[in-house]
C-alpha cells in the first residue's frame, strides 16, 4: 500500500532511534508516550476512567491510573482502582479447570453430564473441552431473560432455565461464543471440588499469587477502591444499568491492573500450572472436520502483523477490559476502563502496544492482491452509508442491523465521520470459516487510519461489521 508506505517508514526510524534506549531498560520515553495517547484518547471517547499496566521481560515497567473511579464523588482512578474486568474472567475459570485436571478431577474429554447432574439430552455430547472452546453449541443467555443477577440462580435453576433452547449447531461442528458454556464450568467446579466457585478460585489462585483486590462483582459487597460503571446515552455520561445479568464464572472477577500483572507473572512460569496445561489453554480448537478455530480455554490465539498475540477482552455494563499478551515479544498490555463501550479496552490495549511496537502499525498492513472486487465494492458502499446513517437493511442479518442502527453505533459513526472522508480503501486479509467468509480492510481518512471487520454468510448476508483498530 504505496499510501502508508512513508509513513510507515518515518515510524520504523523513530523506532530505531529509541532502540538503544529500549533495550538499555529506560523505558520511560515509552512511559510517557503512553500517557499522552492514553489520556488523548479518554478525552476523544469521553473515558471516566482507566487504568494500564504494562509488563516487559517479566517486570512491571508501567502503572497508572486516569481520570476519575467515581465522577460523583470526584475519585480518582489508580492502579489500585478495582473494576470490572467481564469476560477476561474466562481465561481465569479455564485455569480453574486445568488445575482440576491436574488433581486428576477433571477429564476435558468427559461428557459434563458426569459432573452435572440433570442435564438435558440434547447436551448427550457436550464435553468440558467443548465448553471451554465455545463449541458446545448451548445457546448464549446475554441473549435471553430469566438470568438476571437478582434471581441468583443455583445450578439446578440454571440448566433447567437453558435447557428447552435448541443447540445452535451440532456439538464440536462450530464455533458460537458462549457465557452459558463459562457459567456451567463454574458450576463443574463446585460439583468436582465440593467448594463454590469463588472459594477455590480465591484458595487456589488469587490468595497463592497474592491477588488481594481480586474476587466477585455482586453489588452486596462492599469492596474498597470500587470503580463506579458508566455508559452514553444520548452524547451524555450516565449511570450502567444495575438490571446485571448474572455471568458468574463467565465473567462476574473484579480486579486491579496490578493484580492483573500478578496474574500474568504465573502465566509466565509453571508457579500455577504446568507447562502441558498451559499448552493446551494456548492451542486453537479443532472442529469436528479437523480445521481450526483461534480460541484456546478462555483465551483468543491470534497474530497481529507477524506478532503472536494470546488475548481476551471483557465487557459488562459500565466497564471494559483487555489484557493482551504478545508472547514472542514478552510483552503484556492490561487495561481496564469504566465505560461500557464494547471493544473500548482493547482498542487501548492495541494502541498501546503500538508504541512498544511500532511494526504492528496497519501501515504495515499489505494489500491483498487477489481479493474479492464484489465484495471490496460492497464494503465501500455499506461503510459509506453506515457513515451517512443510511444502511440497507436487506444487506444485513436482523441482528446486525439492528446493532449497527442503535444510539451508540450511529455516535460512533458520527465520530468516524468527523475525520474527513475516506480517501483510501484497501483489502488487506480474508479467512473461510463455517457457512460464512469473513474480509478486513483498512480504510484511510486525512485524521485516521482503521481496520475493519466484515463477515459475509453463505446467503450472502453480512453477519458482522466490525471496527477492529484504529490509530
Known sequence: ???????????????????????????SVYADTVDVYVKAQMQERHIPGAAVAVVKNGKIIKTAGYG??????????????????????????????MLLVEDGKINLD?????????????????????????????????????????????????????APHPLDFETGTNYTYSNSGYSLLGYIIESVSGKSYWDFTRERIFKPLGMTKTGDRDPKYIIKNRATGYERQNGQL???????????????IVSTVEDLAKWDTALRSDALLKKESKTQMWTPVLFSDG????????????????????AHSGQTAGFGASV????????????????????????????IARIYLPDISLRAMKEQKDADAKLTGLFRNVLSAYLENKLDADLFTERTFRNLTTERAEQNAKRIASFGATKNLVPVGSEIGVNAKTFRYVTETPKRIFLWRLTVNDEGKITEMTLEEEE
Request: proline residues 3%; positive net charge.
Open 324 to 351: 493482551s499478551r504478545f508472547i514472542d515479544d514478552d510483552l503484556t498490555v492490561i487495561v481496564l476502563t469504566n465505560l461500557g463501550e464494547i471493544g473500548m479496552g482493547t482498542l487501548l490495549a492495541n494502541g
Open 110 to 162: 468427559e461428557k459434563i453430564s458426569k459432573y452435572l447432574p440433570n442435564t438435558p439430552d440434547a447436551w448427550k455430547n457436550v464435553s468440558v473441552r467443548n465448553l471451554l472452546t465455545h463449541t458446545s453449541g448451548i445457546k448464549s443467555y446475554s441473549s435471553l431473560d430469566g438470568f438476571e443477577l437478582n434471581r441468583r440462580l443455583k445450578r439446578e435453576d440454571f440448566i433447567k432455565a437453558l
Open 238 to 252: 450516565v449511570g450502567r444499568d444495575y438490571d446485571l445479568t448474572d455471568v458468574f464464572s463467565a465473567g462476574a
Open 68 to 97: 476519575l473511579a467515581s465522577v460523583e464523588f470526584g475519585v480518582p482512578a489508580t492502579p489500585e482502582t478495582v473494576f470490572e474486568i467481564g469476560s477476561v474472567s474466562k481465561q481465569i475459570t479455564a485455569a480453574a479447570i
Open 291 to 310: 480445521k481450526p478455530y483461534p480460541y484456546g480455554f478462555g483465551f483468543r490465539i491470534s497474530e497481529i502483523r507477524g506478532h503472536r498475540l494470546i
Open 1 to 27: 500500500m504505496k499510501y502508508l508506505d512513508f509513513r510507515y517508514k518515518f515510524v520504523c526510524l523513530c523506532a530505531a532511534a529509541l532502540f538503544s534506549v529500549f533495550f538499555s531498560g529506560n523505558f
